[in-house]
C-alpha cells in the first residue's frame, strides 16, 4: 500500500487482504488464535477497542471522527483515554 491510502472497504477481511496479510499474520500480532480472527471477520458489529486492536495489529492506527452540521470532531483522544483509565470495571 502507498503513503496515501484512500479507499473505502466493506469488510475487515477485504482491508486486510488490501494489504496482502493472512489471518494468521493478523491473529499473531493480535495475540489471538486464527480462529479468533475468522470470527471477528465476520461480526457485523464489535466494540471500537477491539477495532483498535485489529487495525494496530496491522500496522494501522484507528482514527474516529464524528461530524457535526459539516464541522469535524476527533474522537480520538477520548477513547484513547478511556482506554488509559486504570480499572473501568470498579466504576461500574
Known sequence: MGATLV?????LSSLRK???LTQSD????????QDNISRLEQRGDFLV???RRYVQSMGGEL????????AE???SKILQDEEETPDKAARA
Not at 7 to 11: D, L, P, R
Not at 26 to 31: D, I, P, R, S
Not at 63 to 70: M, N, P, R, S, V
Open 49 to 51: 477497542s477491539t477495532l
Open 7 to 11: 479507499a473505502e472497504y466493506k469488510s
Open 18 to 20: 488490501a494489504f496482502e
Open 63 to 70: 482514527q474516529l471522527t464524528a461530524t457535526f452540521d459539516g
Open 73 to 75: 470532531v476527533s474522537l
Open 26 to 33: 493478523v491473529a499473531t500480532a493480535f495475540g489471538v488464535s
